[in-house]
């Protein structure tokens, strides 16, 4: 999302006259825009205003923004800890960035602004052109969270649950089709919570397959307890859904998961997963863990395990678990570094295994791959299977922003590789 944000972001100081540059030393302004989820976020963002001191000593300072959950988090407090700060911008708060740059430029007072108002913003938003350009685009869908799991801090920062209007996501789906993108990502913190005047993220999917330029729908981040009939069903009717499930469970045991507020269960997940496989055979599932949550004893690690070895997740996130500041869990008492250590060994050698066993299946496969750019030393080309693995393989220019068939000869954990196929050698007989 904060890649979505950022982009918006420049979408919109670009009316005030801002281009982009990627040499730090020629900006007169210098936006950084914050993620909360990282560990040690807010000392991270200190560290790089002091990188960009430096970078300025002997020249004219430029305007400083921070931006994004930790600004959020932080608000007052960074403009007092940093003098070097000029302006704090909640993420609910960006519609606003040229009217702060203005009045800041013109009563050179540092200003926050913190308020939740993401009805104004995307209001405001949906005037701004989403320049994305890309042949895979984001598009913010919902924000916010009113679930209150006791490790996250996006509840604080992000504000409550709101859905944008219907209209408005399908008329920025459209512009972004018309404008060469052919996968359009859909991101909410509870995606699958959407809901507007009655319509749902399954309604969404269905409208957004209707516009033929778009050849693939993903969406992340969901949650179990959203994961509702409908939503599954379109697995079985829609032709651009990819079948790649990104539903984050973050512990095997319904014991850790009442001490993280998670609000499911693990026979609900389950219940999920064969709905899904039965609907679509095609399925996969990729997850989030926390692992060593506080109150995480051996048998409920092992339920862990059980729970990996039985889905086979393809593609999973797994983290030792860190305490945010500001959530219930900040002040519990945290399991042994050593035996949190050995834990997620355990976890990620699981999961790395059916990750490798999933690419590896694929030699001398062939399979759709949605080509999304030439790689940095512009030898090769990248493009994602169908399951967001990339592919790197031998093509030509005129494949960017096609799905064609590629023959994977080799892969390892993460990366696919292989050539294209120029043409099937079928034959009838
Ligand atoms: S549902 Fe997701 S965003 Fe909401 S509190 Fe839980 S982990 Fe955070």
Same mark, same amino acid.
């Given at each position: ?275 899904? !496989? +039965? /609907?679509?055979?095609?399925?996969? #599932? @990729?997850?989030? %863990? ?8 051996? *048998? ?8 990996? !070895? +039985? /889905?086979?997740?393809?593609?999973? #996130? @797994?983290?030792? %678990? ?8 900040? *002040? ?98």
């Amino acid at each position: 999302m904060n890649e979505y944000d950022s982009n918006r972001l420049y979408d919109t100081v670009k009316k005030i006259g801002y281009e982009k540059t990627q040499n730090y030393e020629d900006a007169n302004c210098y936006l950084l825009n914050t993620c909360h989820i990282r560990d040690k976020a807010k000392e991270k963002v200190y560290h790089e205003i002091g990188r960009v001191k430096k970078i300025f000593r002997s020249k004219q300072k430029p305007l400083v923004i921070i931006a994004g959950c930790v600004a959020q988090a932080e608000n007052q407090e960074m403009l007092k800890r940093e003098p070097y700060i000029d302006l704090v911008i909640g993420p609910q708060s960006y519609h606003k960035i040229n009217d702060t740059i203005l009045n800041h430029i013109e009563k050179r007072k540092k200003i926050e602004e913190t308020e939740f108002d993401a009805v104004s913003k995307f209001q405001y938003l949906s005037k701004i052109k989403n320049e994305s350009g890309k042949v895979s685009s984001f598009l913010t869908i919902q924000e916010g969270c009113d679930k209150f799991c006791h490790f996250c801090v996006v509840p604080y920062t992000r504000g409550p649950e709101y859905s944008r209007p219907f209209n408005q996501i399908i008329d920025e789906a459209k512009y972004l089709a018309d404008n060469g993108t052919k996968e359009i990502i859909l991101l909410g913190q509870n995606v699958n919570a959407y809901d507007n005047e009655g319509y749902k993220l399954s309604n969404l999917i269905m409208e957004i397959e209707k516009l033929t330029q778009i050849k693939r729908i993903r969406y992340t981040t969901s949650h179990p307890k959203d994961m509702t009939d409908d939503l599954i069903e379109v697995y079985g009717v829609s032709k651009k859904l990819m079948p790649l499930v990104h539903l984050p469970v973050q512990s095997g045991s319904d014991k850790v998961l009442k001490l993280m507020n998670r609000k499911h269960v693990i026979k609900d997940y389950l219940k999920i997963y064969e709905r899904l !496989k +039965k /609907i679509n055979s095609t399925v996969e #599932f @990729s997850s989030d %863990f926390i692992i060593a949550y506080p109150g995480e004893d051996k *048998n409920a690690f092992e339920s862990t395990l059980n729970l990996i !070895k +039985k /889905i086979k997740f393809i593609n999973s #996130f @797994s983290f030792i %678990f860190s305490p945010r500041p500001g959530t219930v869990a900040s *002040n519990l008492k945290l399991i042994e570094r050593k035996v949190s250590l050995e834990r997620l060994e355990l976890v990620q050698k699981e999961l790395f295994n059916y990750q490798l066993e999933k690419n590896r299946s694929l030699k001398n496969k062939v399979i759709n791959v949605l080509v999304e750019n030439k790689t940095k030393k512009s030898i090769k080309f990248f493009g994602r299977s169908e399951y967001m693995t990339p592919v790197i393989f031998d093509g030509n220019d005129e494949d960017v922003g096609k799905i064609i068939k590629v023959k994977i000869t080799n892969s390892n954990q993460n990366t696919l590789f292989g050539e294209r196929v120029e043409k099937l050698n079928l034959r009838v007989a």
